[in-house]
């Protein structure tokens, strides 16, 4: 059974930088694509980042661009989600999740991901 494990959120102020770290068990975790969301309850989970199980292919929601960024250290079984120049509606539960292979439909489709962890909170204050 795949487990994932993110750590790194927190509360921090406008312009602050933070890093998200996402541990993987329980499967080879060079064999997974790896994808950061981000959900305010009630809303819908909105795609941040993704990585392609090769760490090659890299993607990004619009509102992320230049100012994150995702990377994986498959010695180290864990990605890793950069976060520069925070704002306020940066703040959310960011959750990571694990594809086997490649996506099929997308790797902007949280329906793709069959593994999640339990998310960590990101509050960036104004």
């Known amino acids: 059974q795949v487990r994932l494990v993110e750590s790194g959120g927190g509360l921090v102020q406008t312009g602050d930088s933070l890093m998200l770290s996402c541990t993987l068990s329980?499967?080879?975790?060079?064999?997974?694509?790896v994808g950061w969301f981000r959900q305010t309850e009630g809303k819908e989970r909105e795609f941040v980042a993704a990585?392609?199980?090769?760490?090659?292919?890299?993607y990004y929601a619009d509102s992320v661009k230049g100012r994150f960024t995702i990377s994986r250290d498959n010695a180290k079984n864990t990605a890793y989600l950069q976060m520069n120049s925070l704002k306020p509606e940066d703040t959310d539960v960011y959750y990571c999740?694990?594809?086997?292979?490649?996506?099929?439909?997308?790797?902007?489709?949280?329906?793709?991901?069959?593994?999640w962890g339990q998310g960590t909170l990101v509050t960036v204050s104004s």
């Open positions: 329980g499967g080879t975790f060079s064999s997974y694509a």
């Open positions: 999740a694990a594809n086997y292979g490649v996506p099929s439909g997308g790797y902007y489709n949280s329906n793709e991901y069959d593994s």
């Open positions: 990585i392609a199980w090769s760490g090659y292919s890299t």
